[in-house]
């Protein structure tokens, strides 16, 4: 009897976790600063230059994304899974937005800078 109630927890706590998991995930695929940053490294030449033409940016299920807010300022670290012509790549990005302007302050693969989509965003 106490087994059957221990492995119904657990079951359920698991089956919790999941779905929280799967929450942030679309949330974040969904955010402003993804869609951004998205933008930003479908249109980067250095990328293209080094993955083939970009084909798709999504959101890592495993990387970090991590959005901190204060007041009308928001900082978010995200990592995202893109796929080019030739090959793929995890690109991480941090962001800040102040005074509703967006910019990618570091973009990175492999720990080599991708200079072309650092900058302000329009």
Same mark, same amino acid.
């Given at each position: 009897?106490?087994?059957?109630?221990?492995?119904?927890?657990?079951?359920?706590?698991?089956?919790?976790?999941?779905?929280?998991?799967?929450?942030?995930?679309?949330?974040?695929?969904?955010?402003?600063?993804?869609?951004? $940053? /998205?933008?930003?490294?479908?249109? =980067?030449?250095?990328?293209?230059?080094?993955? +083939?033409?970009? !084909?798709?940016?999504?959101? *890592?299920?495993?990387?970090?994304?991590?959005?901190?807010?204060?007041?009308?300022?928001?900082?978010?670290?995200?990592?995202?899974?893109?796929?080019? $012509? /030739?090959?793929?790549?995890?690109? =991480?990005?941090?962001?800040?937005?102040?005074? +509703?302007?967006? !910019?990618?302050?570091?973009? *990175?693969?492999?720990?080599?800078?991708?200079?072309?989509?650092?900058?302000?965003?329009?």
């Amino acid at each position: 009897m106490k087994w059957r109630r221990f492995s119904r927890i657990v079951g359920l706590c698991l089956l919790s976790g999941a779905a929280i998991y799967f929450i942030v995930y679309w949330i974040g695929s969904r955010s402003d600063a993804f869609q951004l $940053a /998205s933008g930003q490294i479908t249109n =980067s030449k250095e990328l293209a230059t080094e993955l +083939g033409a970009i !084909t798709g940016v999504r959101l *890592s299920p495993f990387g970090p994304f991590d959005q901190r807010t204060v007041d009308d300022d928001q900082w978010v670290q995200l990592q995202a899974h893109v796929t080019g $012509a /030739s090959r793929s790549a995890e690109v =991480s990005v941090s962001m800040q937005k102040r005074a +509703g302007v967006w !910019t990618i302050q570091e973009a *990175s693969t492999q720990g080599r800078r991708i200079r072309d989509i650092e900058g302000r965003l329009p």
